[in-house]
Every structure is written in C-alpha cells, then in structure tokens.
C-alpha cells in the first residue's frame, strides 16, 4: 500500500506540468465529437472488451495556448479534436462551493489571490483564468454544477477530489444534475475508493494498480468488479500486466502527461514520434491520460467508435 500511496503521490507531483507547442488548428472549428451514453450506460461504457475503442483523458481538461485548465470553454474547445474523458479537478470554498480549481490557491490560475479553503464564491466569481502562459483570459471559474450540467451528452467527466473537499456534497451535486451516466471519481488510495463507494455505490471508480499484489487487493476490497477502472501510472507495464487487468473486466487509463522533461508526453514531442501514442494503446492501454490530446487523438482516432459518440456535430 505505501508503495501504491508514493507512486500516486508521484504522479501528482510530476503532472505539474506545462506544454509550450504550437498545437495544430482543428480540421473544423465548428465541429464538436461528443460522447453521449444510454441512461444507465456508463458502467458498460467502462468495461473491458476486445473490440475496445482507444480513448484520450483530457488532463486538468485539455488546457492549451488562449485556454485555461478546468475551464468549461477549454474542454470544448478539445472536443473539436476528437471524443474524450475530462480530467477535471474539484475544489470546495470556505462557503462550501464546489468550484474547479487544481491548486490550493488562486494565485497561479487566476486573477485573485488566496487559498481556496479562505475565500468564498463572491470573491472567486469575480476571477479571471489564466492560461498555462500566464495570459489572462476572458473566461471565468466554473462552477461544478455548471460543469456537471455541460457534460450531459458532451463528454465523461473523471473527477480529482481536492484535499479538504466533501465527496459526499459532490457526490449530491452529481445525483442533483442527472449526471451519473457522465461521472466517474479518481481515488488515490485503495482506502479511498473504498470509501467514495460506500459514499457512491454506483459511480466508476479509478484505482491505482502498480503490480499483481495491487490487482488482488483491489479484488478482494469489496469495490463491485463493475465499478473499477484501472490506473497503472505514468510509466509503460508489460503487455502481460495489461492482459491481467484486462482479465478482470477491467479498462486501462496510462499517463503519458507530466513535466515534460520527464513524462512519455515530452520524449514523444522531443524526439517528434507521436505514432508511439498508438503502440501505448496496441499494448494494452485502453485509455491515455495527457497532456498533448491533438496528438493522441490523430494517432488513435477510429471511425468504428459510432456506438457511443454522434460523429461530428456543428455547433450551434
């Protein structure tokens, strides 16, 4: 378990990242790929199959040069390359607003100032974002409950509990929306998806698996096999280590993101070899979680993936 813990606490020390490409235009601006499941669809969305489609997370939700991280606009803005999950990250304010934020403060993110556990909404809604460049942007600090209501029919959210923040009113907030079939919540320790399920039986749950021991554990957690969605790090596994997940009904997320002096991310733009993306997923990756999406998707894009997704919409 300390293993799993430090590995995990390593991954959210190394994503602290920031990418400075030149990210290629959309083939249109005004298509969007949308993901939308079937009322009580999401558990068999997650599971595993053979005929499997890849898939990109969107880390902090896909933030690029003129888009912020965890803004509603700037995950929009990614669904004009292609479907995905957002990895979104969740903070609660003094006055128990549930705000997407990843820091512990304002500072680097915004135009204000503080630790979010100090500050309420009516100082916070005032905020402008800023980008990974430090460039003030025209977007604003959204609400979870925006958040929530955004995805229906748009995309999967994976949700990253801040430190301090009450899973239980997110949990609420989720259920209040209707947004269950598009929620899913990452947990960092064994101990704490045990307890997000308990808290949100029906809610996929994202589980580090570092090695075989980590894989029993998690089977003998009580965690329903249907529930689990299986985190292997920011590092390749063997192929064999994947057929095990994958012999468990489980679907796989990798991280390529990081900083990018050290993350699988910054060795693919460094040495200009995206289609590595797509031997990650013939390996056994179902899902890759980083910071580079417009080149992920390119790789992986598959024109089978209609079951789900409604191809190509032009927005309104």
Known sequence: MHKLLSTLLLYVFASIAVFAEDVPAPVDENARY??????????????????RVPMVS?????????????????????????????EVDVAQLKDGTLILMHDYTVDRTTTGTGKFKDITWDYVKKLKLK?????????GVPLLRDVLKWAKARAILTLDIKRG????????????????????????TLKQAVAFNQMAPDMPITVGMMDADD??????????????IA?????????????????????????????PDRSIDGQIAVNDNDQRYLEIFQKG????????????????????????????????
């Open 34 to 51: 949308y993901i939308e499941i079937p009322k009580g669809g999401l558990l068999d969305f997650f599971k595993y199959t053979p005929m």
């Open 58 to 86: 969107h880390h902090r939700g896909g933030p690029v040069p003129g888009y912020p991280e965890n803004a509603i606009e700037t995950m929009d803005h990614a669904l004009k390359y292609g479907p995905g999950l957002m």
């Open 131 to 139: 980008d990974n460049d430090g460039t003030v942007t025209e977007y």
């Open 165 to 188: 923040t009450d899973f239980k009113k997110v949990v609420e907030l989720v259920q209040e929306t209707g947004a269950e079939d598009y929620t899913a919540a990452i947990a960092y």
């Open 215 to 228: 894989i029993a554990a998690v089977e003998e957690s009580g965690i329903p096999s249907d529930r689990v």
């Open 231 to 259: 985190w292997t790090g920011t590092r390749e596994k063997s192929a064999e280590f994947y057929r095990e997940i994958h012999g468990k009904g489980w679907r796989v997320i990798m991280g390529t993101l990081g900083r």
């Open 285 to 316: 990756a179902d899902v890759i979680a980083t910071d580079r999406f417009w080149a992920v998707k390119k790789q992986i894009q598959n024109p089978n993936f209609f079951f789900f997704v409604k191809k190509q919409i032009t927005a309104r």
